[in-house]
């Protein structure tokens, strides 16, 4: 069976619950991966995915992206008129689809064969399962920072998070399932165990911070900022600024208050992190300092939430795992602005005398896909999901253009692709933050209280969130 016939028939009842979902978290999300675009269901109507003809009689839906099939994008939106181009092919030919069938056709026969399973049918449970031990080693670390009351209850969902002040944490579905990371480090690029542990700690710093409802102090907002400032995905980083720790990729203290505390957290609790010494004479010293005083103060305290409410659970997933993994590739962010041909072939143009020593172009960019993805976003700030399109994108215009590389020119074609692409991702930031630019704001001043006064004000326009956005 192929892929076209596993893809989702996605119940009307699902985008209600999402458009439920997007008024109860309008105001904040929480968590570094789990920012949905959900207003998109409230203001947009239905999401792309939705417009796909629905044949109920037969209980599936076949998406129709190939240029080759359909060249007119001739398919219904419900309203009678056909779905814009954009909606079905959002990035060209590396467009989620074709992507996916290609590489579920070769993935292991046990992967394929629950593909049309439904999630809530396969019995996922933290309990027993690979990402068990990561639990456990966070509930550690927090007992050794002697926060005896403070154990945050894991679930798994369909991302990383922390539902905004719910003390909680939702753990990706994939990391419970030997058969789902599989498809995950295909599609997605799997965490590896530091950087599952990472996002463990985060996303405990949320926890944390509802459990004992600190975001609601003074003293909490005198340092951290307002915790009511609206969220937005293309945010602008200052590099290296030393009023925020560092610690996930991207400058993430730097996106929201919350965020800024959360990443303080996880600093504060990885072990050997010498956060006295690496923060020393720097402004973000004493927000690490913050949090350990608010750890002494809490130690032998119950939480004023001990339990929080899940966001959605693998349990209420009543959709296959195609369905899962379309939206998921549906919902990744589209580039404003694609790779070069012109470009790309003068990167992997050669000059050098003798025998070349050619190979397929696009094999390099596969080879450091993941690398290139998370060094490029990590350096940036620019989302993840974005650098990854953009890379897969170059990986399938070399292999239709059929550009050779010169073996003797690797290590230069790669540097020359990891500055052409962190260029490209910086102006695809720009340029799809322009109409949020030419909005009303509202400002905040504490995240920008270290900076000088002119570069403060400059920062804050280009920073703050438009509120409702």
């Not at 965490?191 to 003074?218: C, I, P, S, W």
């Not at 490029?376 to 050779?404: A, F, H, Y």
Request: a positive charge.
């Amino acid at each position: 069976m192929t892929l076209a016939h596993c893809l989702p028939l996605i119940a009307y009842r699902r985008f209600q619950s999402n458009a439920r979902q997007a008024a109860r978290h309008q105001t904040s999300s929480s968590s570094p991966c789990a920012e949905r675009d959900l207003s998109r269901c409230t203001k947009e109507g239905l999401p792309p995915v939705l417009r796909w003809p629905i044949l109920a009689e037969v209980g599936y839906a076949k998406k129709r992206l190939s240029t080759q099939s359909q060249p007119a994008a001739a398919v219904a939106d419900g309203s009678g008129e056909p779905a814009p181009s954009s909606a079905l092919n959002p990035s060209g030919p590396a467009n989620a689809q074709n992507l996916s069938q290609s590489i579920v056709e070769r993935l292991p026969a046990d992967v394929q064969s629950i593909m049309t399973t439904r999630i809530c049918d396969l019995g996922l449970s933290i309990a027993n399962s690979p990402v068990e031990k990561y639990v456990n080693r966070l509930y550690r670390e927090l007992e050794r920072k002697r926060l005896a009351h403070f154990r945050p209850q894991c679930y798994l969902s369909d991302e990383w998070g922390c539902p905004s002040g719910e003390p909680t944490i939702g753990i990706p579905l994939y990391l419970a399932d030997s058969r789902l990371a599989v498809l995950e480090r295909e599609l997605n690029d799997l965490e590896g165990a530091v950087e599952t542990m990472q996002y463990m700690r985060h996303e405990a710093g949320h926890a944390f911070n509802y459990a004992y409802e600190l975001y609601k102090r003074d003293d909490w907002q005198a340092l951290f900022g307002s915790f009511r400032r609206a969220y937005r995905d293309d945010y602008r980083a200052i590099p290296f600024a030393r009023q925020f720790v560092t610690y996930l990729p991207g400058w993430y203290a730097q996106k929201h208050p919350d965020e800024d505390f959360a990443e303080t957290f996880a600093v504060w609790l990885t072990p050997g992190s010498n956060w006295r010494g690496r923060y020393r004479n720097a402004p973000a010293l004493a927000k690490l300092q913050y949090v350990e005083r608010m750890a002494r103060e809490v130690r032998n305290r119950k939480p004023s939430r001990p339990r929080g409410k899940p966001d959605l659970t693998v349990g209420e997933m009543d959709y296959t795992v195609a369905e899962f993994y379309e939206r998921t590739l549906q919902e990744q962010p589209v580039p404003a602005q694609l790779p070069s041909d012109t470009e790309l072939a003068g990167i992997f143009r050669s000059t050098l005398r003798g025998r070349k020593q050619l190979r397929p172009a696009a094999a390099l960019v596969r080879e450091h896909r993941k690398e290139l993805a998370d060094n490029i976003s990590r350096w940036t700030g620019v989302q993840r999901p974005l650098v990854k399109r953009l890379v897969e994108n170059m990986e399938s215009r070399l292999t239709e253009c059929d550009i050779k590389a010169d073996l003797r020119l690797a290590t230069a074609n790669l540097l020359d692709l990891v500055a052409y692409t962190t260029v490209l991702a910086l102006n695809n930031l720009e340029q799809r933050r322009k109409p949020v630019r030419e909005k009303p704001r509202n400002r905040e001043t504490a995240p920008f209280a270290a900076l000088p006064p002119q570069r403060a004000e400059s920062e804050r326009e280009e920073t703050i969130a438009v509120a409702g956005d």
